[in-house]
Structure formats: structure tokens, C-alpha cells
């Protein structure tokens, strides 16, 4: 069992930047952030794996940096030039093993075994 905790989120003007944190309480191999808004599905956002492979979704990629600590078993996600839209609850996943890959790259769509509680970002105009 892996626990995460999410850290970091906050309140800020648009164009302004946020580094969310994750710390997990073992090694994990797959991880990623994900966000949701209320009524709306989990949506994928930035996924690494292993190697340090990275992926993003459309909506954050050149705006959004994910990366790992493997030595403290830590996530990040850097998140600059933030806009309105945004605002979500941020979530931590990770598994017990390397990404699934599509085409290529470490999915945004396949279900992680472990979850953080969250945390919320809020960007206001």
C-alpha cells in the first residue's frame, strides 16, 4: 500500500505560477497528476515514468512541468502562466509499476492503483 499527499495548492492571479508537491510513503514507478472540477471527469494531465519519460495533455503542455525525485520519492508539478481555467482539484497517482505506454508515451488515461486527497488550485481573472 502507497500513500500520497498532496501539498502545494493555493490561490492565485492569472499568469501566476504554483508547484504543487507529492510525497509518497514507498518507491513508485508510474506516477501523475491529474484534475477534476465538480460535474466534470478526472482528467489526465502530465504523467511520468521510470525512465523520466513525460507526457501532458494539450491543455498544460509549454505551461506545465512534471517531474520526480526518486530518491525522496517525491512528484512535483510546476504549473506557470496559469489561467482562469485551471482551477480544478489536483490530484497524485501512482503505481507499483512502469506507465502503460501510447504511442509512446506514459498514458493520461490509464487508471492508477493509488490516490492522493487532493489539492485545490484557484486562479482567478
Known amino acids: 500500500q502507497v500513500q500520497l499527499v498532496e501539498s502545494g495548492g493555493g490561490s492565485v492571479q492569472t499568469g501566476g505560477s504554483l508547484r504543487l508537491s507529492c510525497a509518497a510513503s514507498?518507491?513508485?514507478?508510474?506516477m501523475g497528476w491529474f484534475r477534476q472540477t465538480p460535474g466534470k471527469e478526472r482528467e489526465g494531465i502530465a504523467t511520468?515514468?521510470?525512465?523520466?519519460?513525460?507526457n501532458y495533455a494539450d491543455s498544460v503542455n509549454g505551461r506545465f512541468t512534471i517531474s520526480k525525485n526518486n530518491a525522496e520519492n517525491t512528484l512535483y508539478l510546476q504549473m506557470d502562466n496559469l489561467e482562469p481555467e485551471d482551477t480544478a482539484m489536483y490530484y497524485c497517482?501512482?503505481?507499483?509499476?512502469?506507465?502503460?505506454?501510447?504511442?509512446?508515451?506514459?498514458?493520461?488515461?490509464?487508471?492508477?492503483?493509488?490516490w492522493g486527497q487532493g489539492t485545490q488550485v484557484t486562479v482567478s481573472s
Open positions: 497517482a501512482a503505481d507499483k509499476w512502469a506507465c502503460t505506454l501510447i504511442n509512446g508515451r506514459p498514458s493520461l488515461v490509464i487508471p492508477f492503483t493509488y
Open positions: 514507498g518507491y513508485t514507478y508510474c
Open positions: 511520468i515514468d521510470t525512465d523520466g519519460s513525460t
